[in-house]
């Protein structure tokens, strides 16, 4: 780590994309008061094994957004990966198109973004019958179109990507619904469940066996645990296989959410417990 000024350690923190990404944005609110160092990396598995291999401390890692829904890769990584959730952070998502100075929205042409922002703008991109381009990270697309000199291309990126790539910001507000917010996971190498954790996220097999699904999630209903989100997971090399990614309330340190992972453990062959953390803040 790095040192500061009055000596403390920095914590580094990795995300994915460039200077102006979401992640960054929503890393700097849920460390706000925390000396940190923040580390780009271009994909989601780059950024996860950053902290595997003790590259940096934490990573800030985006798993669902009220439009787009759950982001599958981040969940299968969270279950293949020896990482771990210890926090989360809600952030509101409010998208821009932003292009060189000198171009106009009649000028735009083709739109680049990362395929999530694409898809939570598809009404505004349909009705100005630009062409959708995907680029890896919304702030890279930014990069991207601020070093072109081309008036007839875009990026769909936040207003800080603007101010950090000297962009000029052609419309506000995108997003195809009002209500576009973000969950970002703060995972680490090391599994901690906090004092005051009140949300926990696990992932689970099941064998394909009639009514295997109803029998897993019983666990949660007979003992009155509140399913808070449910997503499933394709099995890479194992097509029409999934696996589970559920979110509930409670911690794993209370009798009533342990007794119901034992019992799950008797019905499920793999179940991994990403974490129990305290419900994330919204940042709006």
């Known amino acids: 780590m790095n040192p500061t000024s009055d000596g403390m350690k920095k914590l580094k923190i ?10 960054e944005i929503a890393a700097k609110h849920f460390f706000r008061g925390t000396s940190i160092d923040l580390f780009p990396f271009n994909t989601f598995a780059d950024a996860i094994h950053s902290v595997v291999s003790k590259k940096v401390d934490r990573g800030v890692i985006p798993v669902e957004n009220t439009l787009g829904g ?21 952030l509101k998502i409010s998208h821009s198109l932003l292009a060189i100075r000198g171009a106009t929205l009649s000028s735009i042409k083709n739109v680049y973004s990362h395929p999530q922002a694409l898809l939570q703008c598809r009404k505004f991109i349909h009705q100005k019958k630009l062409k959708r381009i995907e680029y890896y990270d919304t702030a890279g697309a930014a990069k991207f179109v601020s070093g072109s000199g081309d008036k007839s291309i875009a990026a769909i990126a936040s207003e800080a990507a603007a101010e950090d790539y000297g962009l000029i910001v052609l419309k506000r507000h995108l997003e195809s619904d009002g209500h576009n917010f973000t969950r970002f996971m703060i995972v680490s190498r090391d599994y901690s469940v906090r004092p005051d954790a009140d949300k926990t996220c696990i992932v689970f097999g099941l064998r394909n066996r009639p009514g295997e699904l109803h029998r897993a999630l019983s666990v949660f209903a007979i003992r009155d645990i509140d399913l808070l989100s449910i997503e499933s997971i394709p099995i890479v090399r194992k097509p ?23 019992h799950l453990r008797e019905i499920s062959p793999h179940v991994k417990v990403v974490g129990s953390f305290r419900s994330g803040r919204t940042i709006l």
Not at 70 to 90: A, K, N, T
């Open 240 to 262: 029409w296989d999934y696996e589970f990614f559920v979110d509930f309330r409670g911690s794993v340190a209370d009798e009533r959410q342990s007794n119901a992972i034992s």
């Open 70 to 90: 759950g982001i599958r890769e981040v969940f299968s990584l969270l279950d293949e990966e020896p990482v771990y959730g210890i926090g989360e952070i809600r």
């Open 14 to 23: 990795a995300f994915q994309g460039e200077k102006g990404a979401y992640s």
